[in-house]
């Protein structure tokens, strides 16, 4: 059974940079999938952040102005967001999920969500 | 971006009823909309993809529809478990996107 288990910090300053990683179980990166980041706040919805191939190719949302990094470690069947400068803007439900299908945009299973709260 | 707009943006209905919601997209997406549920506190989940097809372990009264740029998911007979919030997301063209949502309750 493929679960995700997301993990990080909840609480970051203004301009500091995030760190998420998400662990992955039940299947392995390298086999074959993306695997992406979405995050949800009630001001801007479901808002897709990126995704990876275990090959490293990765696609991002221009909308994150290239403040948005993910890489994967397939000898720890995970894969990290870093998202710089952060605002509170980026204050959101972080949630990792795997992507398949056509165009690779079926989430279809996600981690449990990491609440992400930008404050000083 | 590809603006999906879902309505309606809430819906109350009894224990039974047929259920729909649409969602229309900025330009031509083809079959590439999925449908999601999500209940309060927990992630998305997959109940349709390529527009019409079911995800596996997801009822038969759930359905979806459409092409080009206006599709819709149909609970046949509403139940319980149903109540949440439903999205519908493209993946024609990047960036990926999602509609606002459909607020499902149970009256």
């Known amino acids: 059974q493929v679960q995700l288990q997301g993990s990080g910090p909840g609480l970051v300053k203004p301009s500091e940079t995030l760190s998420l990683t998400c662990l992955v179980s039940g299947y392995s990166i390298s086999r074959s999938y993306y695997w992406g980041w979405i995050r949800q706040s009630p001001g801007r919805g479901l808002e897709w952040i990126g995704s990876i191939y275990h090959t490293g190719k990765t696609y991002y949302n221009p909308s994150l102005m290239s403040r948005a990094t993910i890489s994967v470690d397939t000898s720890k069947n995970e894969f990290s967001l870093r998202l710089s400068s952060l605002t509170a803007a980026d204050t959101a439900v972080y949630y990792c999920?795997?992507?398949?299908?056509?165009?690779?945009?079926?989430?279809?299973?996600w981690g449990q969500g990491t609440l992400v709260t930008v404050s000083s | 971006d590809i603006q999906m707009t879902q309505s309606p943006s809430s819906l109350s209905a009894s224990v039974g009823d047929k259920v729909t919601i649409t969602c229309q997209a900025s330009q031509d997406i083809t079959n590439s909309c999925n449908w999601y549920h999500q209940r309060p506190g927990k992630a998305p989940k997959l109940l349709i993809y390529d527009a019409s097809r079911l995800e596996i372990g997801v009822p038969l009264t759930v359905s979806g529809r459409g092409y080009g740029t206006e599709f819709s998911l149909t609970i046949s007979s509403l139940q319980s478990e149903d109540i949440g919030t439903y999205y519908c997301?493209?993946?024609?063209?990047?960036?990926?996107?999602f509609g606002q949502g459909t607020k499902l309750e149970i009256k």
């Open positions: 999920a795997r992507a398949g299908g056509i165009g690779s945009g079926n989430f279809d299973y």
């Open positions: 997301q493209q993946y024609a063209i990047l960036p990926f996107t």
